[in-house]
T-cell receptor
Framework: QQPVQSPQAVILREGEDAVINCSSS?????VHWYRQKHGEAPVFLMI?????EQKGHEKISASFNEKKQQSSLYLTASQLSYSGTYFC??????????FGGGTRLMVKP | DTAVSQTPKYLVTQMGNDKSIKCEQN?????MYWYKQDSKKFLKIMFS???????INETVPNRFSPKSPDKAHLNLHINSLELGDSAVYFC?????????????FGPGTRLTVT
């Protein structure tokens, strides 16, 4: 079942912060975060694993609440380059990602 | 050096035709995927291969037939194309078939069926 992302869209000014949430109805093995710019491929940002391990870019931070089956992506001091659509992908059994509907982020000067 | 490449980038064809999309990865990964992204940007997995073996087939019409000649290549053949097949198709790869590893996506193939 597809995870639910919120908000669906957000507009920021440069320097502002944002939080994107991802919620699943099933127990999670891992949560992935990807960013997709218009006309381009999704690009990996971060993986959060059951048990607490994280892998990803140093400038990106995220949390994973295993009990609540939720993850949040924190974008701080946003830059113009952060604009794009953010997808979370959830993995319940350790072998396949199901992506959420995406969160469109626009950062304005 | 492109990590995951796809050809063609654009494909415009008529209903009823048959077409193929090719994907290659030079990352040495064991696992490759096909995803479909529709006009609402919803990204959905179609197939996954691990070392040339099909491991995921997500309720895709049998008009779609993937083939993996070796672990670096994954092709997608589509028979009798329909209007609803219009979408962007992404190939991706990961080190192994596990949610513990990130996926690297190709640039996508935009298929338009008229």
């Amino acid at each position: 079942q597809q995870p639910v992302q919120s908000p669906q869209a957000v507009i920021l000014r440069e320097g502002e912060d944002a939080v994107i949430n991802c919620s699943s109805s099933k127990a999670l093995y891992s949560v992935h975060w990807y960013r997709q710019k218009h006309g381009e491929a999704p690009v990996f940002l971060m993986i959060l694993l059951k048990g607490g391990e994280q892998k990803g870019h140093e400038k990106i931070s995220a949390s994973f609440n295993e009990k609540k089956q939720q993850s949040s992506l924190y974008l701080t001091a946003s830059q113009l380059s952060y604009s794009g659509t953010y997808f979370c992908g959830t993995d319940n059994a350790g072998n396949m990602l199901t992506f959420g509907g995406g969160t469109r982020l626009m950062v304005k000067p | 050096d492109t990590a995951v490449s796809q050809t063609p980038k654009y494909l415009v064809t008529q209903m009823g035709n048959d077409k193929s999309i090719k994907c290659e990865q030079n990352l040495g990964h064991d696992t490759m995927y096909w995803y479909k992204q529709d006009s609402k940007k919803f990204l959905k997995i179609m197939f996954s291969y691990n070392n040339k073996e099909l491991i995921i087939n997500e309720t895709v019409p049998n008009r779609f037939s993937p083939k993996s000649p070796d672990k670096a290549h994954l092709n997608l053949h589509i028979n009798s194309l329909e209007l609803g097949d219009s979408a962007v198709y992404f190939c991706a790869s990961s080190q192994v078939a596990s949610g513990a590893y990130e996926q690297y996506f190709g640039p996508g193939t935009r298929l338009t069926v008229t």
